[in-house]
């Protein structure tokens, strides 16, 4: 049952409606800031995190309907929270991964020891930085909701429609931002032409979720919530199938993407380490150098600190042959249906605003029908 007051229909003005949506999702954003706030645990800050993330797209989906009601300052301020627990995250992703390699695989000695000494520097970067971050981020937060949430139940500000005017209504809006995001897709993919297509990558993961979310939040929202006097009609369960059926192809390409992404930004981590090790290395030698000869003796600790990046050098490899597995998947089962998914964007636009522009035909998925082949990452 949608909230009280919030119910969204695909006939309400865009201007009404989108209000609506963003303050439902604010609502999501307390409860889950209330629940990080009691729950000092790895995924209470990502649905915190996730909830942060699906408002604020909300909030930039429906931007030149809302502009007079959230300022962008608004907007940076959710960015910069988003911001102060990425790192934390990243540190949670990157244990869990390791761990998993030292659980599930069999690798030598000396990658072993690789992944055990980044994972004593990735506990030290979380020991020097002090406290869990969600107790700060949930204040931060407190007078940001408060502002948003004033901002946007301030309906009267809207400016009245002209005598002759018809509202947008939010299925038609909605429509029009499925197509243009949609050719923002495409383009974004377009830069994609090798595994080292790192910004371009991570650019086409963040437009999946836009997307992904603009499904959820908004289709959703009318076609399976009923409210006190109307239940989903056939139509709306038509357009939830059709919805849901987008919403797990597009989380499909999300979670390729975002495990890219993931290996991109630990192989920079295994570097920072390595780097660490080396340089620990060559002053360790130049100080047992100028020792040499002198009253002090120093015993020589290089053996350990090269072999230390020797170890790190071992894990960079795996880790960035596993990211080359993870493209080749990524290019198979996305890349490669590409027409697929931006026919099935445009299939679900033209059945939300069937007047506005000719139906798009159907993509035929040349390789949907086939069962994919497991790829499995390089062990030696």
């Known amino acids: 049952m949608a909230e009280r007051g919030l119910e969204i229909e695909a006939g309400l003005a865009v201007e009404l409606a989108s209000r609506r949506l963003a303050l439902r999702q604010l609502a999501r954003v307390e409860q889950a800031a209330d629940h990080a706030t009691d729950h000092d645990e790895p995924e209470a800050l990502h649905a915190l995190r ?89 204040e931060a937060l407190e007078p940001i909701i408060k502002k948003l949430r004033k901002r946007l139940r301030a309906l009267d500000n809207t400016p009245p429609l002209l005598a002759d005017a018809q ?109 660490q090790a080396a340089e620990h290395w060559v002053n360790g030698q130049l100080d047992r150098a100028m020792a040499i000869g002198g009253a002090q003796t120093l015993k020589d600790q290089s053996p350990a600190r090269l072999d230390a990046c020797k170890a790190l050098a071992s894990l960079m490899a795996f880790v960035h042959r596993d990211r080359l597995a993870c493209y080749n998947r990524f290019v198979t089962r996305g890349l490669h249906r590409r027409e697929a998914l931006l026919g099935q964007i445009h299939r679900l636009a033209d059945r939300l605003d069937p007047l506005s522009t000719t139906p798009t035909p159907e993509r035929k998925d040349p390789v949907e029908s086939q069962p994919d082949q497991p790829a499995n990452s390089p062990t030696a």
């Open 50 to 138: 996730v909830s942060i993330r699906r408002l604020r797209a909300v909030l930039r989906i429906y931007r030149s309907h809302l502009d007079r009601s959230v300022p962008r300052k608004l907007e940076k301020k959710l960015r910069a929270v988003m911001s102060d627990t990425g790192g934390d995250r990243d540190r949670q992703v990157q244990v869990h991964y390791l761990h998993s390699l030292l659980e599930n695989r069999k690798h030598p000695a000396q990658r072993k020891r690789g992944i055990r000494l980044l994972l004593d520097d990735i506990e030290s970067d979380r020991v020097e930085g002090g406290a869990s971050p969600q107790g700060g981020v949930v």
């Open 167 to 275: 509202p947008t209504t939010m299925a038609r809006a909605t429509a029009r931002l499925l197509r243009k995001q949609a050719d923002r897709l495409s383009s974004k993919l377009d830069g994609i032409d090798s595994v080292d297509s790192v910004k371009a990558c991570h650019a086409a993961r963040i437009q999946v979720k836009l997307l992904r979310y603009l499904v959820e939040s908004s289709v959703l929202s009318w076609t399976t919530e009923p409210t006190d006097d109307r239940t989903p009609t056939s139509h709306n369960k038509s357009l939830a199938r059709a919805a849901s059926a987008l919403i797990g192809r597009l989380k499909q390409w999300q979670d390729m993407l975002g495990e890219l992404n993931d290996r991109c930004v630990l192989e920079e981590r295994i570097r920072t380490s390595a780097q």
